[in-house]
């Protein structure tokens, strides 16, 4: 059983640019959630992709987008980046059992 | 809204000394879900356990332990016998029922506990 796979596993953008990060859920997995980890804090919902479509999101600006394909692997893009998301990306998947994720050991995105 | 505060930042024990990871949490919903996670320094999450706001039952899985309190909003996680491979960040979060759109988790700041040998 392959699990979550995530990449790059690092990446640094300067202030504007654009990132895209990659996810594969792990087989059987039709639900992915995204989460950004700030140094020394908790993992943040980001949204959720459920059969290709977004179906939650948290508290974050519309530059924060995603997709998800239909082999359940998915993107997270962010647009005009800005120092402040510099963190660790979390890509997690799920069979939509009560709240049992599986997460990647992330991408860790430096933004200078 | 909901709230997770994980007020012990880091624990430091020696190897086979028992540990208790705090957790207290804030919520409006009477249905909800709460976990335990555990992040060791390569990134990744690692599910632990789940427990729904109706079961309050202790639960017990080799030396780990839960006890959940609804009275006073709490479920703290033990470690028994700790070991250096028990090394890790701890973190505690709450979900509202994952039944319905969406599987956000509110996550707690996490405790870093350090087991010495």
């Known amino acids: 059983e392959t699990g979550v796979t995530q990449s790059p596993t690092h990446l640094i953008k300067t202030r504007g640019q654009q990132v895209t990060l990659r996810c594969s859920s792990q087989s059987g997995h039709n639900t992915v959630s995204w989460y950004q980890q700030a140094l020394g804090q908790g993992p943040q919902f980001i949204f959720q992709?459920?059969?290709?479509?977004?179906?939650g999101r948290g508290n974050f600006p519309p530059r924060f987008s995603g997709l998800q394909f239909p082999n359940y692997s998915s993107e997270l893009n962010v647009n005009a980046l800005e120092l402040d998301d510099s963190a660790l990306y979390l890509c997690a998947s799920s069979s939509r059992l009560p709240g049992e994720l599986f997460f990647g050991e992330g991408s860790r995105l430096t933004v200078l | 809204a909901q709230k997770v505060t994980q007020a012990q930042t880091e624990i430091s024990v020696v190897e086979k000394e028992d540990v208790t990871l705090d957790c207290v949490y804030e919520?409006?919903?009477?249905?909800?879900?709460l976990f335990w996670y555990k992040q060791p320094p390569s990134g990744e999450l690692v599910f632990l356990i789940r427990?729904?706001?109706?079961?309050?039952q202790n639960e017990i899985s080799g030396r780990y332990s839960w006890n959940f309190q609804k009275s006073t909003s709490s479920f703290n996680f033990t470690i028994t016998a700790s070991q250096v491979v028990d090394s890790a960040v701890y973190f505690c979060?709450?979900?509202?029922?994952?039944?319905?759109?969406?599987?956000?988790?509110?996550f707690g700041k996490g405790t870093t506990l350090s087991v010495s040998s």
């Open positions: 979060a709450l979900s509202e029922d994952p039944n319905q759109a969406g599987t956000a988790l509110i």
């Open positions: 992709y459920y059969r290709e479509e977004e179906n």
């Open positions: 919520t409006r919903d009477t249905t909800y879900y």
């Open positions: 427990r729904n706001s109706f079961d309050e």
